[in-house]
């Protein structure tokens, strides 16, 4: 069984933490360090820049009024291009929480310093071919290692996995299929996405190719589909459910939630669930807006000269959505996210391959701040849950999706504690 190291320095070391996810991550461990497997946390920053890591520090200590941070929390200089300072850090760590991204550039010299010297390792990468990559690449030497490499563990994708098996665990029945819808909502003071996840976005587009060949490397057969089939949806649509238009959700939802769904199948010999992920755009003139910005992304980014325009001025391709300053801390405090995932299945005795489902359920996923809130505490109680709860995660290492690592754990109702809330709004129901 893969175990958490009780002999290491450190608990959890930060890596990336002077970025800018990494700077409210820092704060989010300072602020529950009291979770750690005996009330307290031994933990450390890590980065390039001894002097912006102890500027991070400074100003957690200040905006939680927390001086003794200053003394108890360590510094490790480590950077991503030279291998023996990852491996120094990796050697010291329990968990090394990742926050260093596009991940497809920086993500695997950290993902391999952790296999190989025994650091488990968590990551907030929304980017598929990264992820996929990293198990076709690592996931026989972790399991060896009994190391645990688990990625996604932001907004990108923990809401979604771990929302489908709550709805999973609410149905009282077979649940055959799953859509959900994401709505965002900003306050007075608007709100905004630093560029890193800009860049994230134009690389992924432009190499779907290499994912296609990745996922063929892999060799999945095809999922069974239990039940009705999962209805497509057009590339905009109006949505009854949350009346007003959307579309498909572009990120790392689908393919995390697909994973972990084929491992519950094959490991845990569980039915699988279909998914579909939306997103909520609003009415008629939101969907002028994006369709035009839509058409305008893919028409650079399928060139060099063009994805370099798309990097240099996000602001305006955007139309200020994204930003290379990112969200100030007064606008994500007036930022929230829902997430409504519509069910459908049959009733217990019933065989869903005859017939159409039966049975409904609607269940929510609401939190604050998607991008530099929410991501730093799910990042931080899903570090923790491992930290806490060794036997209840898969027996062996391996690289994982959190659905399939803490299908087992506590980390739903850890979550429901520090504001992201999973909740039933629907009860099965004919």
């Given amino acids: 069984m893969a175990t958490t190291s009780t002999s290491r320095v450190y608990e959890l070391v930060i890596f990336g933490a002077s970025g800018f996810t990494g700077q409210f991550v820092v704060e989010e461990v300072a602020r529950n360090s009291a979770e750690g497997p005996k009330g307290t946390l031994k933990w450390a920053l890590a980065g390039r820049n001894r002097q912006k890591l102890q500027e991070v520090l400074d100003q957690a200590a200040e905006n939680l009024?927390?001086?003794?941070?200053?003394?108890?929390?360590?510094?490790i200089i480590a950077d991503v291009e030279d291998p023996d300072s990852l491996a120094s850090m990796s050697k010291q760590a329990s968990i090394v929480l990742n926050c260093v991204g596009p991940y497809r550039f920086?993500?695997?010299?950290?993902?391999?310093?952790?296999?190989?010297?025994?650091?488990?390792?968590?990551?907030?990468?929304?980017?598929?071919?990264?992820?996929?990559?990293?198990?076709?690449?690592?996931?026989?030497?972790?399991?060896t290692n009994g190391v645990y490499v688990i990625g996604s563990c932001g907004f990108d994708s923990i809401p979604a996995d771990m929302g489908v098996l709550y709805t999973k665990d609410q149905f009282k029945g077979t649940l055959t299929a799953i859509e959900s819808f994401l709505s965002v909502n900003t306050g007075?003071?608007?709100?905004?996405?630093?560029?890193?996840?800009?860049?994230?976005?134009?690389?992924?587009?432009?190499?779907?190719?290499?994912?296609?060949?990745?996922?063929?490397?892999?060799?999945?057969?095809?999922?069974?589909?239990?039940?009705?089939?999962?209805?497509?949806?057009?590339?905009?649509?109006?949505?009854?459910?949350?009346?007003?238009?959307?579309?498909?959700?572009?990120?790392?939802?689908?393919?995390?939630?697909?994973?972990?769904?084929?491992?519950?199948?094959?490991?845990?010999?569980?039915?699988?669930?279909?998914?579909?992920?939306?997103?909520?755009?609003?009415?008629?003139?939101?969907?002028?807006?994006?369709?035009?910005?839509?058409?305008l992304f893919w028409l650079f980014v399928m060139t060099s000269f063009g994805r370099n325009l798309l990097i240099k001025y996000p602001e305006?391709?955007?139309?200020?959505?994204?930003?290379?300053?990112?969200?100030?801390?007064?606008?994500?405090?007036?930022?929230?996210?829902s997430?409504?995932?519509?069910?459908?299945?049959?009733?217990?005795?019933?065989?869903?391959?005859?017939?159409?489902?039966?049975?409904?359920i609607c269940t929510q996923v609401k939190g604050p701040e998607a991008g530099y809130v929410a991501t730093p505490i799910v990042m931080v109680?899903?570090?923790?849950?491992?930290?806490?709860?060794?036997?209840?995660?898969?027996?062996?290492?391996?690289?994982?999706?959190?659905?399939?690592?803490?299908?087992?754990?506590?980390?739903?109702?850890?979550?429901?504690?520090?504001?992201?809330?999973?909740?039933?709004?629907?009860?099965?129901?004919?």
């Avoid at 009705?228 to 459910?241: I, N, P, Q």
């Fill in 65 to 75: 009024g927390k001086p003794e941070l200053k003394s108890e929390v360590d510094i």
């Fill in 106 to 143: 920086f993500g695997e010299p950290v993902v391999k310093a952790c296999v190989e010297n025994g650091a488990h390792c968590i990551d907030i990468s929304g980017e598929p071919q990264f992820l996929e990559g990293m198990q076709l690449n690592y996931n026989s030497q972790a399991a």
């Fill in 188 to 295: 007075p003071e608007g709100g905004s996405i630093h560029d890193g996840t800009w860049q994230s976005a134009i690389y992924g587009f432009a190499d779907q190719d290499k994912l296609r060949s990745l996922r063929k490397k892999l060799g999945h057969k095809p999922l069974p589909v239990v039940g009705a089939k999962l209805k497509r949806r057009g590339a905009v649509f109006y949505s009854d459910e949350v009346k007003q238009y959307a579309v498909p959700f572009m990120g790392s939802d689908p393919s995390v939630v697909k994973r972990t769904q084929r491992y519950l199948c094959e490991e845990l010999k569980e039915s699988p669930v279909q998914y579909s992920a939306f997103a909520a755009v609003g009415g008629v003139c939101s969907v002028i807006k994006l369709m035009f910005a839509g058409m």
């Fill in 316 to 337: 305006w391709f955007s139309f200020g959505y994204f930003t290379k300053d990112g969200p100030t801390r007064k606008q994500m405090e007036g930022c929230s996210f």
């Fill in 381 to 430: 109680q899903a570090a923790i849950t491992l930290l806490n709860e060794s036997k209840s995660l898969p027996k062996e290492g391996g690289v994982y999706t959190p659905g399939a690592a803490f299908c087992k754990t506590s980390l739903i109702e850890r979550l429901n504690k520090h504001g992201v809330v999973f909740s039933v709004i629907s009860k099965p129901e004919a």
């Fill in 339 to 360: 997430m409504t995932f519509f069910g459908q299945g049959y009733s217990q005795g019933q065989d869903p391959q005859e017939g159409k489902p039966n049975l409904k």
